[in-house]
């Protein structure tokens, strides 16, 4: 199962400390940090999100707001977690039924906690396996595990499968970047690839090396961070051996 969640915060640095410590749980995937309730509230709307992050600063009450704008448009509202560097809205995320109150700067073992209590409470039906391509009357189905990666063609899009064949959908990438499972991530403006298939990361090069026909993809600088989490994965259950 796979969960998406949305930061809406100004400050870069905390952002980032955010994005880390989530980066550890390959289920949660990042749909958009945002620093501004309208944006914010767009990114939850356009994606559903299952979590929203709110640094709650001087801008906490137009934040408390955009929650109860939430439920005109949601019959269930996503958990809401507070981040803050003081405890002056801990009683005012109380009565908007945050789930959590984390103080800044974070600290890894609350976040730890929260996460694995978030597990127990969000539902846990798998993702499917299967990714349904339709234009008119022609209905294709393909397995997302034999999946190697996408790559965009203009407006449409090009599946590179694991038996070498190659199939395009009249779809823009940003579309299927938004349905695919979580272990879909996009790396460059041009591709999206499956983790599964990840056998290297050459930060010099730029690249990802994709096993069996040994394809290196480049990855660009504005989805470092997608990159960084994709290592912190694929790392987190290696044996390092190092040079």
């Known amino acids: 199962m796979g969960y998406t ?4 915060n100004t ?9 880390h410590y989530m980066g550890e749980y390959a289920d949660f995937r990042c749909n958009g940090v945002e620093t501004d309730s309208n944006e914010g509230l767009n990114t939850i709307l356009k994606h559903t ?8 600063n001087d801008k906490a009450f137009e934040y408390f707001h955009m929650i109860m704008e939430l439920h005109q448009y949601l019959s269930e509202i996503p ?15 109380l009565k908007n039924q945050f789930f959590d109150y984390w103080m800044l700067p974070l600290n890894e073992l609350e976040v730890r906690k929260t996460i694995l209590r978030l597990k127990m409470k969000l539902p ?45 959908a009249f779809k823009t ?14 790396v460059h403006q041009s591709y999206i690839i499956n983790t599964n298939f990840v056998s290297r990361i050459n930060y010099g090069k730029r690249t990802c090396t994709l096993k069996y026909n040994k394809l290196h993809l480049p ?4 989805y470092s ?13 290696a044996i390092t051996a190092l040079n």
């Open 5 to 8: 969640y949305t930061i809406i």
């Open 11 to 19: 400050d870069a640095k905390s952002n980032l400390q955010l994005q």
């Open 49 to 56: 999100s299952d979590i929203v992050f709110v640094h709650l």
């Open 79 to 93: 958990i809401l977690i507070a981040l803050s560097t003081s405890k002056d809205f801990a009683y005012q995320a």
């Open 124 to 168: 846990k039906e798998k993702n499917p396996e299967t990714l349904l391509l339709q234009s008119y009357k022609d209905y294709r189905y393909l397995n997302t595990n034999e999946i190697m990666y996408l790559q965009a063609d203009n407006n449409t899009t090009d599946f590179f499968m694991k038996d070498g064949s190659t199939i395009s």
């Open 173 to 186: 990438l940003k579309t299927f970047e938004t349905y695919l499972p979580p272990n879909f991530i996009r």
């Open 219 to 222: 990855f660009s600088k504005t």
């Open 225 to 237: 961070s997608n990159v960084e989490q994709l290592k912190q994965v694929l790392s987190k259950n």
